[in-house]
């Protein structure tokens, strides 16, 4: 299409609320257009890339016998009431009524609807294993959407559910979707993409994996080990820690601490250090504001993750209030009042000579010996894995701290669902049984965001060819020479009817805003036709990214642009 | 791919629920799945029937100038505002609000989020005309969803927004876009749709068409000349009536008219007509109940469409309480209380003799002459047009009424939305004008509905090959035989290297229940490899639609299936 008709403007003044590139380039390009916070309409570039996007992931989706399918967006809240999501997801799932009063949700993952389109069908071991996917409008309601389609409300996502009879076949068919997922980020051009262990959520199931493009702009934080092939979710990473136990535990001593108010002052205060002490840190349970409090070696955090996955409900920080007992900056484990929860967290566990609070106002112990002191104490992990941290697969002190964008993620649910809903099929035993499900996403419009983040220059984005919004960028500087005209014109016609996708720039403009403008819409080839080029009898054709340029004669351009967008 | 392993069931019985052939034939066939009430999940099937009608949707738009965007399914309320429709639009417009509390609504159509996403583009007529267009999923909350997916509340549509410098060039493509739409009601199977004037409704302008599907399930009625090529809606249709006036006038005479209940009570009472009576029929208005008096001949019924577009608000049939000195069954328009919205239709307009309502109970008038006793009565059309009626065209008594399923329609918007809206662009004068829109919508499961109505047996949906599932049905009678299956195998693999999509079913079940399967999946060209058949050396080869059937050599399948799919 000619570029003169392309609807949507583009500009070269930096937007003041982008933060990220890719959120830059897709606004100053015209990709898109904000409606609402996180809610976008796109124009043709941006939808031209999503949907060769999409092309593969239906390709890769139907290799590994998936079938297309589609549920609604707008579903009534009782499907979700009978897996229980309906009360367990927070306000991220939007809730409303429709004109009966009907309670409904917008859909924001199909795991419900998935196992209603198939509860009928898949009521004899013979029909497993399956696989239907669907590439659908997805809601959000996230609280802080940011940086442009990484973080949204309103996305398209393609989402895959697979059943089958038992764990072992599942576990099968998640390696197979593992290696298409491998092969999804290799053909739309970031092979670098690495899988990490992640924390299941609100999706439940025990194992899952995300997909990682590892950039500083990304939202996740990621371990990954420098020894060993280690790699996880900061949220899911295990926290070892190297223990150290003195070999003569000091009395429990209590200490005047005046003026003390961090962790670091104490530790000042009484000649030791954070790692020999136990740090306490508080939280309520979002339900009922009722305390729960943890201990932990004092230069750790806590992984609020891992807290809320053990309790099973959210939390948020503390307000100490005077009624409950406690001292904020003087809490240890030691005389504590009763009726609160206390977590302790393994990283004390077995430690000796520790400093901590005496739980009063200005004093605290030295000489805490957890195995004396708190003989009670059970111990979990809660606490956040750090930079130089312990890899939990190798237990070497090898870990890096990384971060990265999650362009997809797979999960195995078990029978978490199947269970609540009632789904059931008998075995060739004629016994009754839940089947267990994976489930397979990928959200399109982020992968193009990522996929900008990891192809751009300064000028815009570098779109690899299987999802550029055209092949070839022809350029027609000095349109209004009738030789440049008559050239370019025909090497439009004849590309289009070679199948090349081409847009066409015949406005009358500098080559100067015709190249900044080609920039913006990273099409992978250019073809210039310019006066200087036509008198020596060529046309330049040169790589969106510049590592590639030649001079080739007039009647072989369209051919070599051929080639060229056909390349493997 | 293998029909074994297509998730979905079919079966013989016909659901109890279901009022039109389609509904049942989808139901049956393993198409959809309902989720809710008007909201339903789609099977693959259906998805790939779907699919094909999106492609020639996409093209079509495409070769017309169309640039595909998206837009958001949900938006916010505000930009409802800004046109003015989040007032005018009833409870069909799903209203809710976001975890803010922000309100928003679920997009039925998207004229508001298309002038959102290019008013800063269209700023100069030098970027007109253009066209944008977008897939998506839609929700409408109708309040009586039936007939499967004939009128749904969740739905895919197809719609496009042009936008023009002024009404003669939208005209221009707004004829430009009535051609695609019957290349591609040509393309789906339905060539026999025919465009008829419509009602503008909510969509707001001037001249609008509608593309009707003509069959008795249809829930439109669509008045037709049987003399000229006239063809409206009924809801559009203006009602004309030959005028009679007798001779003489009659004085108006107050008559005794005990036990008179209806219209046809009066005529017999009174010796006259219904055509010689003047009828009565009262409305309240839904916003404040205030009364609507409309009086028309009393052959005619009220055509609440041309009603409520007069009046500009909803009306709904009045409920007459006794302190509206309104006498049910007595009421006509001489001696009216006042402070009553009153209305005449065109059909009484110069009308003598007539016979009504005397305002008193129990009595009527006779010798009603309009101009002489309502002097200063206006008329217009509310009138619904009959069987029979007078041609608005040609004017010949020779209208006749159809039903029809509406599978598209095409507007002309005028400036309603870019003036509500604010956007303007400078003309070549440099003066500020408002640009003119069309918009332009198919519904894509209404469509495929619509192919299924028109195209069935009593054994299923008859696909046309441009929309069909599969293009091949293959079946092995017998798989248990070792020929069949090799040979069965082979024929499947050949074609499927040869581009063809085939459904193969290989299950070992009895032919009847493969046949009969294979007529609920209604796939054009059907493939029978059995025994009998490999006795001969032979496959047979029929149609879905049986009306071609024939016996080829195994080595000459094939190709000849192959070619049978590539018929133009």
Redesign the interface.
Known sequence: ?KLD?????RFRERPSDCVVDSHVYMIRGGYM?Q??NG??????P???V??KIEGILRQEMDAI?G??????????AA?WQESGRYDSIG??L?R????NG?P?V?GMTHEE?AV???R??GQSYL?YP?M?YQI??K?R?E?RPRAGLIRV??F?MKDAYSFHSDQEDLQDYYNRCHRAYERIYARVGLPQVISVASDSGMMGGAVSHEFMLLTPVGEDSIALCAECDYRANLEAAACLTHHRRDPVSQPLTKVYTPDIHTIEDVCAFLHSSPEDSCKAVVYQRSADDSYVLLFLRGDLEVNETKLTNYLGCDVHPAVITGESSLHPGYIGPVGLPENITVLYDRSLEGRNNLSCGANEALYHYTGLDMARDVPNAQYHDYAKIQEGGVCPRCGKAAITISRGIEVGNIFQLGTKYTKAMGMTYLDKEGESRYPVMGCYGIGVGRLAAAICEAHHDENGPIWPLAVAPWQVHLCAVRADDPQVREYADRLYRQLESDGVEVIYDDRQVSAGVMFSDADLLGVPFRAIVSPRNLKQNQVEILSRDKTFRTAVPLDAAAQMLAGLVRQP
Do not use: C, H, W
Request: aromatic share 12%.
């Open positions: 299409m008709k392309l609807v949507g403007n257009k409606v609402a809610i976008f309409s796109s124009y043709t941006l939808k031209r999503t949907r016998d079938q297309e399918v589609l549920f609604p967006v707008a579903m009534p499907l306000k991220e939007l409303f009524s429709d004109r009907t409904m917008l609807a209603q389109l198939v009928e069908y029909k399956f239907i659908q409008t809601f309601d609280a409300r309103e398209t």
